[in-house]
């Protein structure tokens, strides 16, 4: 089992850079397909950003790819996301997410986060 910790939320302005993190803690992230995964208020959770096992390839929402960075330091065992570039309509509570084995996009992950809230102002 994993459990998930993010951090790094919050109100920025439209333009603006976050950088969100999910600590690790009982397995290592490089033992896990490692997502992150939004919902806005009255919305479905949707797919974000996703980062493979081994070879770390790296998957990306249309909405996003080009602003937003997903990455993973082993060492620390801990799971990124670079948001640049915000806009409105990135406000959403965001989860990291893993899984064994599976898709990237879809949300039936096994392991989940709390969220952090991210708002963009305009």
């Known amino acids: 089992q994993v459990q998930l910790v993010e951090s790094g939320g919050g109100l920025v302005q439209a333009g603006g850079s976050l950088r969100l993190s999910c600590a690790a803690s009982g397995r290592t992230v490089s033992s896990y397909i490692m997502g992150w995964f939004r919902q806005a208020p009255g919305k479905e959770r949707e797919f974000v950003a996703a980062v493979s096992r081994v070879t770390p390839n790296k998957y990306y929402s249309g909405s996003v790819k080009g602003r937003f960075t997903i990455s993973r330091d082993n060492a620390k065992n801990t799971l990124y996301l670079q948001m640049n570039s915000l806009k409105p309509e990135d406000t959403a509570v965001y989860y990291c997410?893993?899984?064994?084995?599976?898709?990237?996009?879809?949300?039936?992950?096994?392991?989940w986060g709390q969220g952090t809230q991210v708002t963009v102002q305009v």
């Open positions: 997410a893993a899984r064994t084995s599976g898709g990237y996009y879809t949300t039936d992950y096994d392991y």
